[in-house]
């Protein structure tokens, strides 16, 4: 073989495996980028399921339902909770998150009518294989209805919550496995509107 060949050829070996590299590295971004927007979802949901069981189970309440509706309230808001946490953390919290929400809003005269997350920030994330740890700013609302001389007003009460926590991928789903949430108390907001 001529010496301008073998050139040639480690040249064409050199730059089949720098695409090779690029192809995997991009693959495996994207991958990452996936995940992070599939875990994203996760703990949003995580951040409210336990106030939208208390939601449907005061709308119930409110129609006079609730006696007739309890058990498909807790079987629905279950499989939302187990949509998003893993059996290891699950048993502990789901009786706190599900059952006593729906008993809560039984006896309770608050009336909350909404919730959610307006934001999520990523603070930090790491990703290993079917593992992750992630800790996540949200900003979360809730809007509770009030009556104040005599006159509805929704109340819209607003502040950022810090979730930390470690999440296992099983059957190509993210569920967590631990879980903190550190609410901002100082950073609360209400906003108060006449209801329409």
């Not at 590299?21 to 927007?37: H, I, K, P, Y």
């Not at 809560?104 to 005269?109: C, I, K, L, R, W």
């Not at 979360?140 to 929704?154: C, E, P």
């Amino acid at each position: 073989m001529n010496k301008k060949f073998k050139i040639g050829i480690i040249g064409l070996v050199i730059v089949s495996f720098t695409v090779i590299l690029v192809v995997f590295g991009l693959n495996a971004t994207t991958s990452n980028d996936e995940d992070l927007t599939t875990i994203e979802k996760v703990l949003v949901k995580s951040a409210t399921v336990a106030e939208n069981t208390y939601i449907d189970a005061n709308k119930s309440k409110k129609d006079n339902t609730l006696k007739d509706k309890k058990d498909s309230i807790v079987k629905m808001h279950s499989a939302n909770f187990d949509d998003v946490f893993s059996d290891k953390i699950g048993a502990r919290m789901k009786s706190i998150w599900i059952d006593r929400q729906v008993e809560g809003a039984q006896d309770d005269t608050e009336d909350l009518v909404d919730c959610g997350v307006s934001n999520i920030a990523i603070k930090d994330f790491s990703i290993k294989e079917d593992t992750a740890d992630v800790t996540a700013v949200l900003s979360k609302y809730l809007i509770d209805r009030v009556k104040r001389d005599g006159v509805f007003y929704l109340d819209k009460m607003e502040g950022t919550i810090t979730i930390k926590a470690s999440l296992v991928k099983k059957n190509d789903k993210w569920k967590i496995t631990e879980y903190e949430s550190i609410p901002d108390l100082g950073d609360t907001t209400h906003k108060l509107t006449k209801e329409k």
